[in-house]
């Protein structure tokens, strides 16, 4: 018998550009060495309006909210649940079920929190065990974006109890995992237990880990960037001052040459004045 695992994570927005580089794979990942690219055109997004720009998706999705506060800088612009079990359970999937397995969760969870608040429903089979980031924008049904208030205690524990039943009845035979059914005592998991479900959650921190770290890469080559198009601004903006000052400066030297000018012309025509006219004009 394997174990579902159903991992969720809330995401700020300094984040979603590394997430959204993650999860479509738009560039190779150093710190995750379990990604194998060459079957990463395998990989397939279920959501039938899955965005190419995660950060767009989410800021439309808001602004339909018409929300009358602005949105705090530390407020959470994004969740992901993570589907998946362990190895064993997938090798006993041919690729449709495989599929269908995701398809079943991502319209399970699609219901949960609402059609027009998914970003995207990603599966990843190009590492050791496949899974599926369901990415959404926490809103509630009143129109709020709080996280906080889909995510309770008791919302997610009967979420980890509701999906695998759902998984039950479209037939696969997986489990929720440490409770063997809704209001069951907790247990002690036996050795062979322990191990799917370690397997599965070591996959899933492995990858947790390497998106943080390519998103913290991601950033920091975003602000190496940004400082460099900053500094090439600034010269501009250099250049353009010298440029206006000596523009200044020869307009000013133009104009006292032609002051200069003008008083030279002035003493040679008092000059060529004869003396007796000169003393009349005094």
Known sequence: MSYLVLHMDKFKKDAIRGIQSHNRRERESHSNPDIDYSQSAGNYDLHESASDNYAQAIQNRIDDLLMVKAVRKDAVYMCGLVVSSDKAFFDTLTAEE????????????????????????????????????????????????????????????????????????????????????????????????????????????????????DAVVHEALLLIGEMAERQKQEEVLQERLQFIERQEREQQEAEARQQSERERHIRQELEAVPQHRRSRMR
């Open 98 to 213: 495989t599929r269908r397995f995701f398809e079943e969760s991502a319209a399970f969870l699609t219901d949960f929190v609402g059609r027009e608040n998914v970003i995207s429903a990603m599966v990843h089979t190009d590492e050791k065990t496949p899974h599926m980031h369901f990415l959404h924008v926490p809103v509630t049904p009143d129109g709020r974006l709080s996280a906080n208030s889909i995510y309770t205690r008791a919302s997610l524990k009967k979420l980890q109890a509701d999906l695998p039943a759902h998984l039950q009845r479209c037939g696969f035979d997986i489990q929720r995992g440490v409770e063997q059914k809704p209001g069951a005592a907790k247990k002690h998991l036996d050795t062979r237990e322990f191990k799917q479900q370690q397997e599965a959650l070591d996959g899933l921190r492995s990858e947790a880990d390497a998106v943080v770290a």
